[in-house]
């Protein structure tokens, strides 16, 4: 498929702006941990446990249907405004402005009444971090040249594991600072990285003819249409092992591996697995750009599901051990090639669009996972 973007003709990542992604990117992943670490707390302060599996519930759908709609909406404005950055911003200034109403809320001490505000408040935490999260993820393809979004997805993968891998450290701060001072935080550093990842990236638009959407003269056309249901299925296929790595494995690996590791927990399990990840991830995104893309993920998917299937099945702690260390490598693997061939599939009048389809695919598993826990 022929691919029409900023980065077309260009040989170089533009590492201003892919380091400008990557702090967004990280400030996502922590806002999901405060998230993830204060909803339920705020659910039993306030009394609302009773509507834990329905809040769950409409965040699984709030996940996998707001992407593609996001998606439509940075398509639309990369023709309209030359470049995605609007429907980027208006996302952040939303999602950074819910993080203060969650704060102030909690500051004022609800009454009963006003405290109905905070589920609200909850679910449009939830629409704004996905209004803006699959637009700025699509951004890849602008800053990197296509033989290079193995290497630039590395990069992303480093940041996305490491901060998953402090997740503890993380934990201990904000519950230190308190739910209000964490969600200001949170509000200013989405704010903060969003905003530099605007001032770098609007250096690409100065000029008419780096605009995305460039005179109709000045471009090709590319008429093969985008790979839906398959870049869907690019979006499960990271979805399902990544839901099954944070979900499952902790329990599990504590379970089977806890004798020969010395009684380990399974969550400290799961944080070396992450930095092993991080590790392995610039010289596997290496192996990626060598084999293809093509090759590099059916190979990696095809030896997690083998990997998997050990992990759960066997009962030899050591074998468990070494079928983990496989899922772990493939899995890094999956992580680096699996949104650069939903890019590559897709037209370029919708591109925005495919990967908020792709990230819809992501989110259906772990979706699926947390409200059957709940319930």
């Given at each position: 498929?022929?691919?029409?973007?900023?980065?077309?003709?260009?040989?170089?990542?533009?590492?201003?702006?892919?380091?400008?992604?990557?702090?967004?990117?990280?400030?996502?992943?922590?806002?999901?941990?405060?998230?993830?670490?204060?909803?339920?707390?705020?659910?039993?302060?306030?009394?609302?446990?009773?509507?834990?599996?329905?809040?769950?519930?409409?965040?699984?759908?709030?996940?996998?249907?707001?992407?593609?709609?996001?998606?439509?909406?940075?398509?639309?404005?990369?023709?309209?405004?030359?470049?995605?950055?609007?429907?980027?911003?208006?996302?952040?200034?939303?999602?950074?402005?819910?993080?203060?109403?969650?704060?102030?809320?909690?500051?004022?001490?609800?009454?009963?009444?006003?405290?109905?505000?905070?589920?609200?408040?909850?679910?449009?935490?939830?629409?704004?971090?996905?209004?803006?999260?699959?637009?700025?993820?699509?951004?890849?393809?602008?800053?990197?040249?296509?033989?290079?979004?193995?290497?630039?997805?590395?990069?992303?993968?480093?940041?996305?594991?490491?901060?998953?891998?402090?997740?503890?450290?993380?934990?201990?701060?904000?519950?230190?600072?308190?739910?209000?001072?964490?969600?200001?935080?949170?509000?200013?550093?989405?704010?903060?990285?969003?905003?530099?990842?605007?001032?770098?990236?609007?250096?690409?638009?100065?000029?008419?003819?780096?605009?995305?959407?460039?005179?109709?003269?000045?471009?090709?056309?590319?008429?093969?249409?985008?790979?839906?249901?398959?870049?869907?299925?690019?979006?499960?296929?990271?979805?399902?092992?990544?839901?099954?790595?944070?979900?499952?494995?902790?329990?599990?690996?504590?379970?089977?591996?806890?004798?020969?590791?010395?009684?380990?927990?399974?969550?400290?399990?799961?944080?070396?697995?992450l930095v092993l990840s991080a590790i392995l991830s610039?010289?596997?995104?290496?192996?990626?750009?060598?084999?293809?893309?093509?090759?590099?993920?059916?190979?990696?998917?095809?030896?997690?599901?083998?990997?998997?299937?050990?992990?759960?099945?066997?009962?030899?702690?050591?074998?468990?051990?070494?079928?983990?260390?496989?899922?772990?490598?493939?899995?890094?693997?999956?992580?680096?090639?699996?949104?650069?061939?939903?890019?590559?599939?897709?037209?370029?009048?919708?591109?925005?669009?495919?990967?908020?389809?792709?990230?819809?695919?992501?989110?259906?598993?772990?979706?699926?996972?947390?409200?059957?826990?709940?319930?």
């Amino acid at each position: 498929m022929q691919t029409l973007s900023l980065s077309s003709g260009e040989t170089q990542i533009k590492w201003k702006q892919l380091w400008s992604l990557a702090a967004l990117y990280g400030s996502i992943v922590i806002g999901w941990i405060a998230y993830q670490n204060y909803q339920p707390k705020l659910l039993e302060k306030f009394n609302f446990t009773d509507f834990s599996f329905i809040l769950l519930v409409f965040q699984g759908i709030i996940l996998v249907i707001t992407p593609p709609i996001a998606g439509k909406l940075g398509d639309r404005y990369r023709f309209k405004a030359g470049h995605r950055i609007p429907i980027i911003t208006t996302g952040i200034s939303f999602a950074a402005m819910v993080f203060m109403a969650v704060a102030f809320t909690l500051l004022g001490n609800p009454g009963e009444i006003f405290k109905w505000v905070l589920p609200v408040l909850i679910v449009f935490w939830l629409i704004a971090m996905s209004i803006f999260t699959s637009p700025a993820l699509s951004t890849l393809e602008l800053f990197t040249p296509v033989d290079k979004l193995p290497s630039a997805m590395a990069i992303l993968t480093i940041v996305a594991n490491l901060i998953y891998s402090l997740e503890p450290v993380i934990i201990d701060i904000i519950d230190y600072l308190g739910a209000p001072l964490t969600f200001m935080a949170g509000g200013a550093v989405v704010f903060l990285s969003g905003y530099a990842l605007k001032k770098t990236s609007l250096s690409l638009f100065k000029h008419s003819e780096n605009k995305e959407a460039r005179p109709i003269a000045s471009m090709q056309f590319d008429t093969t249409r985008s790979n839906k249901p398959y870049i869907f299925f690019l979006g499960l296929a990271l979805g399902i092992p990544t839901a099954i790595l944070f979900k499952l494995f902790p329990d599990l690996l504590g379970d089977k591996l806890g004798v020969l590791l010395n009684g380990i927990d399974g969550k400290i399990m799961l944080v070396d697995l992450l930095v092993l990840s991080a590790i392995l991830s610039i010289p596997v995104s290496n192996l990626v750009t060598k084999l293809g893309l093509e090759k590099s993920f059916w190979w990696s998917l095809a030896i997690i599901i083998i990997s998997t299937i050990f992990i759960f099945t066997i009962q030899s702690p050591v074998i468990v051990l070494i079928m983990t260390v496989i899922f772990t490598v493939m899995f890094t693997a999956l992580s680096v090639s699996s949104l650069p061939m939903a890019i590559n599939n897709s037209n370029y009048y919708e591109k925005v669009f495919c990967v908020g389809i792709f990230f819809s695919g992501v989110a259906v598993l772990n979706g699926i996972i947390e409200a059957i826990q709940a319930f």
